[in-house]
């Protein structure tokens, strides 16, 4: 069983930023992947960005492009999610999530196809 352990949500101001991290209790390998996922109450939980510790493949959801980047450290087994200029609509319960899929294999973007996840970390965005 994997432990995803998450750190660094928050309360911050629209435009602020926010650094989110994962760190995984096992050893990442080429056929790790990893994510973020969010849910904001009231509605289904949604893809946010992931990473393939392969080659570094990223992928984005539409909403936050060009402001969120993800990054990986091999060495720490970890992901981290840098959120830039945050928006009022991104607050939600952030969740980090890792599934193992051959280094080929295209990032998934739906929640079923992730086998494990993190407890969640809450990022609140208002004035």
């Known amino acids: 069983q994997v432990q995803l352990v998450e750190s660094g949500g928050g309360s911050v101001q629209p435009g602020d930023s926010l650094r989110l991290s994962c760190t995984a209790s096992?050893?990442?390998?080429?056929?790790?992947?990893m994510g973020w996922f969010r849910q904001a109450p009231g509605k289904e939980r949604e893809f946010v960005a992931a990473?393939?510790?392969?080659?570094?493949?990223?992928a984005y959801a539409d909403a936050v492009k060009g402001r969120f980047t993800i990054s990986k450290d091999n060495a720490k087994n970890a992901v981290h999610l840098q959120m830039n200029n945050l928006k009022p609509e991104d607050m939600a319960v952030y969740y980090c999530?890792?599934?193992?899929?051959?280094?080929?294999?295209?990032?998934?973007?739906?929640?079923?196809?992730?086998?494990?996840w993190g407890q969640g970390t809450q990022v609140a965005v208002s004035t």
């Open positions: 999530a890792l599934t193992r899929r051959a280094s080929h294999q295209a990032i998934k973007t739906t929640s079923g196809a992730w086998a494990y």
């Open positions: 096992e050893r990442t390998t080429s056929n790790t992947h």
């Open positions: 990473i393939t510790f392969s080659f570094g493949v990223t």
